[in-house]
């Protein structure tokens, strides 16, 4: 329980950052949107083609895990979509309620917790499972909410305005670049490296301060957001591990170390790249807002109570 909230701790620490920083006016009401663009454009895209740059095949390729923790997000990711289209609810905002529900915290805080729990064999899968988090996940919710957004009835136009939509956004630019230049086997000059690393570790930490920006506002809270958040930290908390779990177990057959870690990895709290793209596409991000939140909070006691039950 300890070493959980040590590793959680942090997060908290920024959103408060933020918050405070709001509420005692060292940072303006247009603070959330700016350093939101800066994270969408700058650093985000830099951590996403650093990753990609220095994936190589021999590492990426665990085709048992990728089935397990990649089908387990994507089947919640889709899941939650269906339910939340139900409402009915638009597209756009589906999408950011299926990232709520099949976005794990991989790299803000599965990388240190997995590394303490399971050691350095742990890596690898954890590396893996960023990928398809950052890469794969987040895609197909982009892809989805340009859909939502568009309003040509035709459907080649259709394909097309999408199709230019998406190669304008740097979240999916940059991963693409990423895996090109690693494809031709170069070496990465040591003043980009640097320069990657720098702008890449931004990201996670300016991610969680704009999340407490956001939460300092004075906003009417919509009806029904508790209750939706709710919903969809349950869906993230108990379904997604519960799926990678069944998966892992029973399909693939994984070993013992790469289904925990599969898991564990899986009932990770919500991230911060629904909150993003709730903010760069100006959706409503209050629902995504306390979905991190709560399942940050509630992740203590499902991530402990796993790592008691292999214990």
Not at 137 to 164: C, D, M, N, S, Y
Not at 245 to 263: C, I
Request: with cysteine; charged share 10%.
């Amino acid at each position: 329980m300890l070493t959980t909230l040590m590793v959680v701790l942090p997060i908290f620490a920024l959103i408060l950052v933020g918050y405070g920083c709001r509420k005692i006016g060292v940072l303006g009401p247009h603070a959330t949107s700016e350093l939101n663009r800066f994270v969408v454009y700058l650093a985000l895209p830099a951590l996403l083609f650093d990753v990609m740059a220095h994936t190589t095949w021999a590492t990426f390729y665990q085709p048992g895990f990728i089935a397990a923790f990649g089908l387990g997000s994507l089947i919640v990711f889709g899941l939650t979509v269906a339910l939340r289209l139900r409402r009915p609810r638009h597209l756009a905002d589906a999408s950011v309620d299926g990232l709520n529900a099949g976005y794990a915290n991989v790299g803000f805080i599965g990388f240190p917790l997995s590394l303490i729990v399971f050691g350095k064999d742990s890596l690898a899968p954890t590396t893996i499972a960023a990928i398809i988090t950052v890469c794969v996940v987040f895609a197909l919710a982009i892809v989805l909410i340009e859909i939502g957004l568009q309003t040509e009835a035709h459907p080649a136009r259709l394909v097309w305005k999408v199709a230019r939509s998406l190669a304008k956004n740097p979240l999916l630019v940059a991963p693409a670049l990423g895996a090109v230049f690693a494809a031709t086997g170069l070496p990465m000059p040591l003043s980009a490296e640097t320069f990657f690393k720098l702008l890449g570790a931004a990201a996670s930490p300016c991610a969680l301060v704009a999340l407490g920006l956001f939460l300092a506002e004075d906003r009417p809270a919509a009806a029904g957001d508790t209750t939706s958040s709710l919903l969809l930290t349950v869906l993230k908390l108990g379904l997604h591990p519960a799926i990678t779990w069944a998966l892992a177990t029973y399909a693939f057959h994984l070993a013992p170390l790469l289904t925990h870690v599969a898991v564990v990895l899986a009932a990770l709290p919500t991230g911060t790249g629904p909150f993003m793209l709730a903010e760069f596409y100006e959706r409503e991000a209050s629902v995504t807002a306390k979905t991190i939140l709560i399942s940050t909070i509630g992740s203590l006691a499902t991530v402990t109570a796993y790592l008691a039950w292999i214990a």
